[in-house]
Antibody, heavy 119, light 110 residues
Framework: QVQLVQSGAEVKKPGASVKVSCKAS????????ISWVRQAPGQGLEWMGW????????KYAQKLQGRVTMTTDTSTSTAYMELRSLRPDDTAVYYC????????????WGQGTLVTVSS | QSVLTQPPSASGTPGQRVTISCSGS????????VYWYQQLPGTAPKLLIY???QRPSGVPDRFSGSKSGTSASLAISGLRSEDEADYYC???????????FGGGTKLTVL
């Protein structure tokens, strides 16, 4: 069965960086992409970007361009999302999700990683 | 302010049919597929409807989706207590070149 297992919760100070991992299993990792979606406390969902696990191509949300980097390690079937220059409003649960189809929609999701940004 | 507009709340009694609307524009719902996600309290979202009206394996046929023009709807028939959750619509937006979501609708089963 498809599973996406994310790394644990993080607490960071403003200005720092965070790197969240997402380990995939139960499918051929390089046949799909991985998207990242975040959800601030009590708020809705926000798409952050997508990476192809096949060739590493990326597409980032305009709002996060320059602060976010998505990578994959095909040897371990793991995707990573790094967010830099953290601000308090980056406090959120960060989800990875498998991207499928011609429009890269999300079918399976990880359990989420809470990132708290506070001084 | 979400790009797609959903009512913040909806409610119904067990066995009833409820619908949740999702309004967009010509750059998203008007030309791309709509997806619906169910988020139970404290859990990750789950794909409920894809490509406007298709159900993934395992999703009961009580859930159905439709799209007309720049709007879409999710219908839940035979409402059950376990349907109490937040529901989100999503679509690719060609102008923003990214995925956009509705603000979510909290469904309460009375």
């Amino acid at each position: 069965q498809v599973q996406l297992v994310q790394s644990g919760a993080e607490v960071k100070k403003p200005g720092a960086s965070v790197k969240v991992s997402c380990k995939a299993s139960g499918y051929t990792f390089t046949s799909y992409g991985i998207s990242w979606v975040r959800q601030a406390p009590g708020q809705g969902l926000e798409w952050m970007g997508w990476i192809s696990a096949y060739n590493g191509n990326t597409k980032y949300a305009q709002k996060l361009q320059g602060r976010v980097t998505m990578t994959t390690d095909t040897s371990t079937s793991t995707a990573y999302m790094e967010l830099r220059s953290l601000r308090p409003d980056d406090t959120a649960v960060y989800y990875c999700a498998r991207s499928v189809g011609s429009d890269y929609h999300f079918d399976y999701w990880g359990q989420g990683t809470l990132v708290t940004v506070s001084s | 302010q979400s790009v797609l507009t959903q009512p913040p709340s909806a409610s119904g009694t067990p066995g009833q049919r409820v619908t949740i609307s999702c309004s967009g524009s010509s750059s998203n719902i008007g030309i791309n597929y709509v997806y619906w996600y169910q988020q139970l309290p404290g859990t990750a979202p789950k794909l409920l409807i894809y490509s406007n009206n298709q159900r993934p394996s395992g999703v009961p046929d009580r859930f159905s989706g439709s799209k007309s023009g720049t709007s879409a709807s999710l219908a839940i028939s035979g409402l059950r207590s376990e349907d109490e959750a937040d529901y989100y619509c999503a679509a690719w937006d060609d102008s923003l070149s990214g995925w956009v979501f509705g603000g979510g609708t909290k469904l309460t089963v009375l």
